[in-house]
Nanobody, 126 residues
Framework: QVQLVESGGGFVQFGGSLRLSCAAS????????IGWFRQAPGKEREGVSC????????YYADSVKERFAISRDNAKNTVYLQMNSLKPEDTAVYFC???????????????????WGQGTQVTVSS
């Protein structure tokens, strides 16, 4: 069964750090681009970061550039999102998902991703 499970969320103060994990089962994660998305209350789901399947190119939303870093550990079949210098506006439920088409990372459109995890809550206090 194809499954992605997010973990690592929590409550942090302004300027703090968290590392999210996206563990895959039922498929080889390195064969797919994997994206991180977030959804705040009352807002649409938005792409945060993505790592492509072949060359491990990384992509970031402008709002998180220089603060977030995505990486992949193929041995653990896991993708990480290191989040530094967190701000209250980063508060959201964070999801990971698998690239449906194989070339969706640059645009990070939620409709181009599949096998969504259940999400992990990140709350940043001011």
């Amino acid at each position: 069964q194809v499954q992605l499970v997010e973990s690592g969320g929590g409550f942090v103060q302004f300027g703090g750090s968290l590392r999210l994990s996206c563990a895959a089962s039922g498929f080889t994660l390195s064969n797919y681009g994997i994206g991180w998305f977030r959804q705040a209350p009352g807002k649409e789901r938005e792409g945060v970061s993505c790592i492509s399947r072949r060359d491990d190119n990384t992509y970031y939303a402008d709002s998180v550039k220089e603060r977030f870093a995505i990486s992949r550990d193929n041995a653990k079949n896991t993708v990480y999102l290191q989040m530094n210098s967190l701000k209250p506006e980063d508060t959201a439920v964070y999801f990971c998902a698998k690239d449906l088409h194989g070339n969706s990372c640059p645009w990070m459109a939620p409709g181009d991703f599949t096998s969504w995890g259940q999400g992990t809550q990140v709350t940043v206090s001011s």
